[in-house]
């Protein structure tokens, strides 16, 4: 238990726990001070916006309460005249130098600046005057960054140094002509950015995005192709969200039927690639490690980490297993058996594949992942990118019906697919299979608890059949960072370690809904403490309530290896669901004039 | 750009110089400026294994303070004051002179790379403003009719293989 303190707001007493700052204290007594650059329990370092300034008794100045320590006895007015006043300048500051196209910009609905805005009252074009020189980056197929848009809070860079550890993003340049961007002004593409969108999910302002692929969509619906989409599991976990239900609620059944609506040919689950996944991935792993191949083995089902590992760590690029992604595996599938068994002509369909990733848009135009010169995947959209299809559609969320996924030879899931989403849920999915296959009996219980819970990395042990296998886990590439240098070193004890790209897993990937308290008003207020935990107990709930939790059950993909892949990692399985990685990639390549962002 | 072999040695020279300092970073770049002459992203990518801070704060770091470059400096390096006293003396207009007639802007080299052209805040020589500084001599004063000569006088010194 933290030290209690007396702090006095506006004059009534109120008792905080010491050591916080006093943005943080005054919202544990119910008071929400407008802000735009902070984001974590105190660690606000660089108190950039200025936005949060209250009066302290005795202090000559403002303070930006972001960065203030709460003592005893301090005494604070948040309503004082001039610092109500402060803070609508500072706003009005920065609204002076953004470029006013809000009816347009995407973030629209979600836009912190304009809610703070409204919030202190910015009054329009208070200040007019100069603006600094705008970068357009539409060049990488994962980010976006549009720096007209950009408030210089700093969120972006402390989300890409801190909490993944690899520092792409950074101040430039002095004074006015200050802008945020990769080194030189560089496209997301010409530095080693492994496109995984956290610092998307922190941006008060449409500053950094998504790719736009609807358009992409669009096409696809005009030129009359066989759409066919797939859900990867954590959207289940969020989708909910664009839609003002509360973060924590399951949404597969309302999922689908919004599918059906929208007007594709089918709509399956993509937890039936994850089984497929698992199935060759626990093959592949007790195949190395019974021939003692280079231990330990990663997954490779998350392509942020997989650009990590080609940029940073080449070197241990044989410890990763050659399964594809789920994604590319399904769209491989799709492409091939299940268009040849159902005799529609390949180049017919568009596979659509609904991540919770942006870094899955690079991923699907990776030349590695062709079969027979077809793209595996064709368009691959965002939870938030579906949230704007389906309210632009038309559909009253509140009023779908539960409907179920499609069925249509393919399609068939069970619990060990859906905890893909969750960081542990791969090894837990993995252990479960290759448990059966070295055995030829069922884990009991189905469950292995270790591999649960948010923390950046786990260990754990299990014995099979007299064989001890030590496993971790790891997610957020600061956390992966450690392991890899344990294996570069040779210090690395364990035998199959399981990496995810974003802190937490696709729950908590680039592209799920914003988290952004100020909208949340029905949500608890550390709800930012939180919601990677409630995202996460969706789908452990819906893994506990299937019939089948076991991917070598999934009657599916018992049909799909007996009727055309054989068995796993037979030639044919090799060639559609396995993959190579690029050893060389540069991280600074020299730019050419079609991968310069605009400037003007 | 590939570097040369000796380019990358001297520059890891330079880091191991510091490796004992709790934050090298303006250290090592204030030498790296002096010794190499400029600092470019390859040179940052370098520095950046070498000290594990990632390039886009070294970058950050560079293009903040006038004293770094990105690109090659000149043979001489013209600095002209345009701190409170000799802009008010002049020292803006002595600065466009040198820009004209080297046809070049601030903070930019000529193409042959004898000179390059800096605004300097202040030498703390208010007494003779505006001044001039050109690789550490200073000149008192300087009017525009000084300007063309003072150029011309580094173009002699340069003939004769100063």
Redesign the interface.
């Known amino acids: 238990m933290a030290k209690k303190v007396t702090i006095y707001i506006e004059n009534r007493p109120y008792l905080v726990d010491e050591g916080l700052s006093i943005l943080e204290a005054a919202k544990t007594c119910g008071f929400n001070i407008p802000n735009l650059c902070h984001w974590r329990d105190h660690k606000c370092s660089l108190a950039s916006c200025r936005v949060c300034l209250v009066h302290v008794e005795g202090e000559r100045r403002l303070v930006p309460s972001c960065a203030y320590p709460v003592r005893d006895g301090l005494k604070i007015s948040i309503n004082d005249p001039a610092a109500v006043s402060a803070r609508r300048t500072s706003v009005e500051l920065l609204l002076s130098n953004h470029y006013y196209n809000c009816q347009a910009c995407r973030k629209n609905g979600h836009c912190e600046l304009l809610e703070v805005a409204r919030e202190v009252g910015a009054r329009p074009e208070r200040y007019v005057g100069h603006k600094t020189e705008t970068t357009i980056d539409e060049i990488a197929p994962g980010i976006v960054r549009d720096t007209s848009k950009c408030i210089l809070c700093g969120k972006c860079i402390e989300a890409c140094k801190d909490t993944q550890g690899i520092g792409i993003l950074g101040f430039e340049k002095r004074g006015f002509n200050t802008i945020v961007g990769p080194s030189e002004n560089r496209s997301f593409v010409n530095v080693p950015c492994i496109q995984c969108g956290q610092c998307t999910l922190v941006c008060p302002t449409g500053a950094l995005m998504e790719h736009n692929d609807i358009p992409r969509l669009d096409l696809a619906f005009q030129n009359k192709k066989k759409i066919i989409a797939f859900v990867a599991p954590a959207v289940r976990a969020a989708i909910g969200e664009e839609f003002g239900e509360k973060i924590g609620t399951n949404s597969t059944k309302k999922l689908a039927a919004a599918l059906h609506r929208l007007g594709f040919y089918r709509a399956f689950d993509m937890n039936f690639a994850a089984d497929l996944t698992i199935v060759e991935e626990a093959t592949e792993f007790i195949k190395r490690f019974s021939s003692h191949s280079p231990s330990p083995m990663l997954t490779s089902c998350s392509p942020g980490w997989i650009n990590y590992i080609e940029y940073y760590y080449p070197d241990l690029i044989p410890h990763l297993s050659t399964c594809k992604s789920p994604q590319q595996m399904m769209g491989a599938i799709i492409k091939s058996y299940y268009a040849e068994k159902n005799n529609i002509d390949k180049s017919s369909i568009c596979t659509v594949s609904i991540v919770p990733c942006t870094a899955k848009k690079y991923e699907r135009s990776r030349p590695q992942l062709k079969v027979n010169n077809l793209d595996d995947v064709d368009v691959v959209l965002t939870t938030r990118e579906l949230g704007q299809l389906i309210r632009r559609s038309g559909i009253i969320w509140n009023k779908l019906p539960d409907e179920e996924f499609d069925h249509d030879l393919i399609g068939e899931n069970t619990g060990a697919g859906v905890i893909f989403g969750v960081t542990g849920g791969v090894m837990e999915a993995a252990l479960r299979t290759a448990y059966h296959i070295l055995t030829n009996e069922e884990m009991e219980p189905v469950s292995f608890t270790p591999c649960r819970g948010l923390d950046g990395i786990k260990e754990a042990s299990i014995s099979i059949s007299g064989t001890t296998v030590n496993i971790a886990i790891c997610s957020g590439m600061s956390n992966a960072k450690v392991i890899l240098d344990q294996i570069r070193q040779g210090t690395c004890k364990y035998d199959f370690v399981e990496v995810m790209g974003c802190p937490g897993g696709c729950i908590n990937g680039g592209g799920q809904p914003y988290v952004f308290p100020v909208f949340l008003p029905n949500e608890d207020p550390d709800i930012w403490y939180t919601y990677k935990a409630k995202r996460a107990q969706v789908l452990y709930d819906e893994d506990k309530n299937k019939p089948i939790r076991r991917s070598h059950l999934n009657p599916d993909i018992k049909k799909l290896y007996n009727e055309y892949l054989m068995s796993a990692g037979s030639p044919l399985a090799e060639k559609l669901l396995h993959t190579s990685y690029n050893s060389h990639r540069e991280m600074y390549p020299d730019v050419t004039d079609d991968t310069k962002p605009v400037t003007k | 750009?590939q570097l040369r072999k000796e380019a990358i040695d001297i520059i890891l020279n330079i880091c191991d110089r510091y490796k004992n300092e709790p934050s090298p970073l303006m250290l090592i770049l204030s030498d790296v400026q002096k010794e190499y002459g400029y600092i470019p992203?390859?040179v940052?990518?370098i520095i950046s294994a070498k000290i594990n801070v990632?390039?886009?704060?070294?970058?950050?770091v560079v293009?903040?303070y006038n004293f770094f470059s990105l690109v090659p400096k000149g043979k001489y390096v013209i600095g002209v004051c345009i701190g409170t006293a000799c802009y008010v003396k002049g020292g803006q207009n002595v600065l466009d002179k040198f820009g004209e007639l080297l046809k070049i802007k601030e903070g930019q080299t000529t193409e042959d790379g004898l000179f390059s052209l800096d605004g300097l805040r202040c030498l703390g020589a208010c007494g003779i403003a505006p001044a001039v500084s050109i690789n550490g001599k200073v000149f008192p004063k300087v009017t525009l009719q000084d300007v063309p000569k003072i150029i011309e006088e580094y173009r002699r010194l340069d003939k004769e293989g100063e």
């Open positions: 750009m992203l390859e940052q990518e990632p390039v886009s704060d070294i970058y950050g293009t903040f």
